[in-house]
Nanobody
Framework: QVRLVESGGGLVQAGGSLRLSCAAS????????MAWYRQAPGKQRELVAH???????NYGDPVQGRFAASRDNAKNTLYLQMNSLKPEDTAVYYC????????????????WGQGTQVTVSS
């Protein structure tokens, strides 16, 4: 069984910073791409940041230049450093990963975390 668990969310004032973490655990053979998504009330889930196994990143336009994704492959952990936060960044942030488990080594599956709330006050 593979799990993704996010942490690091909370309440912060506009202009502040937060760092999210997403730890993958379980019977993991390999992790391919990882990503952060977010969903605000009444809105569709949107891509925040995407990072390949080699560390290449790309970002959604609203967060470009303010957020930075990174990963520690030895720890199976994804990070999101969020700076210059704005009230419109308020959302539930979800971790996503393409993983080959030891049980299904010939195929990749997509896994999601349970989400962590980020609230930015004005």
């Amino acid at each position: 069984q593979v799990r993704l668990v996010e942490s690091g969310g909370g309440l912060v004032q506009a202009g502040g910073s937060l760092r999210l973490s997403c730890a993958a655990s379980g019977s993991i053979f390999s992790i391919n791409t990882m990503a952060w998504y977010r969903q605000a009330p009444g809105k569709q889930r949107e891509l925040v940041a995407h990072i390949t196994s080699g560390g290449t990143t790309n970002y959604g336009d609203p967060v470009q230049g303010r957020f930075a994704a990174s990963r520690d492959n030895a720890k199976n952990t994804l990070y999101l450093q969020m700076n210059s936060l704005k009230p419109e960044d308020t959302a539930v942030y979800y971790c996503n990963a393409r993983i080959r488990s030891r049980a299904t080594i010939t195929s990749e599956n997509t896994y999601w975390g349970q989400g962590t709330q980020v609230t930015v006050s004005s």
